[in-house]
């Protein structure tokens, strides 16, 4: 199996245009499918960076993820935009983009550009920074609230 620098430098000799984003993904739900189907418009391959279940818990406490990082790899590697799925443990996927260095990278609307881990380096050499507007109110937060509230 390649690793995913070989897969990346192939693609990028072939003209491809690589689109990166990267979550939690924890329980996947219509508003992720969406973000998912918009980031991959912007290019041709879309690779997903998926935090780590310890990143999860460092950056959202005890309780999460609910689902683990392999059953979550597996759930975003079977939707049709998904390309690539690469697990990183870190709090953030600044080393992953700094390896991959994508033609496009995008984040939900809720981040301003200027806040967007690796942004700065992927525009220091033409790449473009996205965010896309949520088509859905709904988050894998809300949705466990409402579980936990008996309110679904």
């Known amino acids: 199996m ?8 192939k693609l ?7 689109v990166f984003t990267n979550g939690c993904f924890d329980i996947i739900h219509a508003g992720h499918v969406d973000y998912l189907q918009k980031a991959k418009s912007l290019g041709d391959f879309l690779i997903v960076g998926l935090n780590s279940d310890e990143s999860i818990r460092r950056l ?9 990082q ?3 790899k597996r759930v975003l590697e079977a939707l049709k935009p998904v390309d690539m799925v690469i697990i990183f443990e870190e ?3 600044e080393r992953l983009i700094k390896e991959i260095k994508p033609d496009v990278l995008v984040k939900g609307g809720d981040w301003k550009i200027e806040n967007i881990v690796g942004a700065d380096f992927v525009m220091s050499y033409g790449g473009k920074v996205y965010t896309i507007d ?3 109110d709904t988050s894998t937060t809300k949705i466990i609230q409402k579980v936990k509230n008996g309110t679904c």
Request: no cysteine.
């Open 12 to 18: 990028k000799k072939e003209g491809k245009k690589i």
């Open 2 to 9: 390649e690793n995913y620098i070989d897969v990346v430098n």
């Open 134 to 136: 949520f088509a859905y």
């Open 70 to 72: 392999e059953q979550r």
């Open 60 to 68: 959202k406490g005890d309780g999460r993820p609910v689902n683990p």
């Open 91 to 93: 709090d953030t996927p």
